[in-house]
């Protein structure tokens, strides 16, 4: 990729990703179907300790750099760009791991560490029940405390805003209102359907005020369809991440399209963020949209195949 022109200060939730597996038993368990369940992180202490019986997963967890503000900071770097994080981990001990993976990627943390352990996201996926996701955020919002990032921001540089954080409105605004007096661009992932449902109202205002670019997978802008996303904020780019069919930017009556090649894995956590990652590294780089969406097709569908992210391979697992 040529140099990028610029950087990206990543804002949002920083997380522990555990992934697995789910047996029969873990069936028989924890029945399907499935939703999102937001957590006490002493409850998710006890819901990792029943997972850690015997025949409940098909394999131990697996143990990685979560939240998506830290996977697209670590995915640009590994794709050349100069980066910043601005999201909240915990100062316990099992949170070592995670500062010292940012520290040999060269990700330096734009905030300080919280007393409350780290959050945690736990995936296990159910071959033919879809996954079941518990989250307990515990430090991850702690980033709120964060009066200003001023110190940390670039003329030329993007912000990229984890969308949950506009549960918090009046302080994202504020955040924004810094980020674009010190001359930096502003995009946004809508970061969940469920966000995209509870906030549209919230989303739209903010995206029309401030954003040039929105990051959504399918189901994220359906859920803010009915409130005509594109005639509502006529100045920004909304980049629809369509999997396997690959990705549409468009912004009023424009519209660029890029198919990609087909990607068969069980475990997509992270390839939305790496996406935008690459996206926003190509636009700093000085290409056009076409040529933004081919590389965040191409470069996401390396991750899912290889697990490779600029070809640096497992660079999130802790």
């Not at 996201?121 to 964060?146: N, Y």
């Not at 629809?240 to 930017?249: H, L, Q, S």
């Not at 992210?309 to 497992?314: A, D, L, P, R």
């Amino acid at each position: 990729m040529n140099k990028t022109k610029g950087g990206i200060l990543a804002l949002g939730h920083g997380l522990v990703d555990l992934m697995g597996i789910g047996s029969e038993a873990f069936c028989s368990r924890f029945p399907p179907p499935y939703a999102p369940e937001h957590v006490s992180i002493q409850a998710m202490a006890v819901y990792l300790s029943e997972l850690d019986e015997k025949g409940i997963l098909k394999f131990p967890l697996s143990r990685r750099l979560g939240g998506g503000s830290a996977i697209a900071a670590c995915a640009a770097k590994a794709l050349g760009t100069e980066t910043l994080l601005a999201a909240s981990f915990g100062s316990d001990a099992g949170s070592l791991g995670i500062t010292d993976l940012l520290r040999r990627l060269g990700v330096p943390i734009a905030a300080p560490l919280s007393e409350k352990p780290t959050g945690v996201f736990a995936s296990v996926q159910v071959p033919g029940a879809g996954k079941k996701l518990v989250v307990a955020p515990s430090a991850a919002r702690d980033i709120h405390a964060v009066h200003s990032l001023r110190d940390f921001m670039k003329p030329g540089w993007v912000l990229l805003v984890d969308g949950l954080l506009v549960q918090k409105s009046s302080w994202l605004s504020s955040v924004a209102a810094e980020a674009c007096s010190a001359g930096m661009r502003l995009a946004i992932d809508l970061s969940t359907p469920g966000n995209a449902r509870q906030y549209a109202r919230e989303l739209i205002r903010f995206i029309g005020e401030r954003c040039e670019i929105v990051f959504a997978n399918e189901a994220e802008y359906e859920a803010l369809r009915h409130l005509d996303p594109l005639s509502s904020c006529p100045q920004t780019a909304w980049i629809e991440k369509r999997g396997a069919e690959g990705a549409v930017w468009r912004r009023g009556n424009d519209k660029v399209t890029a198919g990609t090649s087909p990607v068969h894995t069980g475990d997509d956590t992270g390839a939305g963020d790496i996406f935008a990652a690459a996206y926003l590294s190509s636009m700093l780089s000085g290409l056009d949209e076409a040529a933004c969406l081919a590389a965040g097709n191409s470069i996401t569908a390396e991750f899912l195949r290889t697990r490779k992210i600029g070809g640096t391979e497992n660079m999130l697992l802790l």
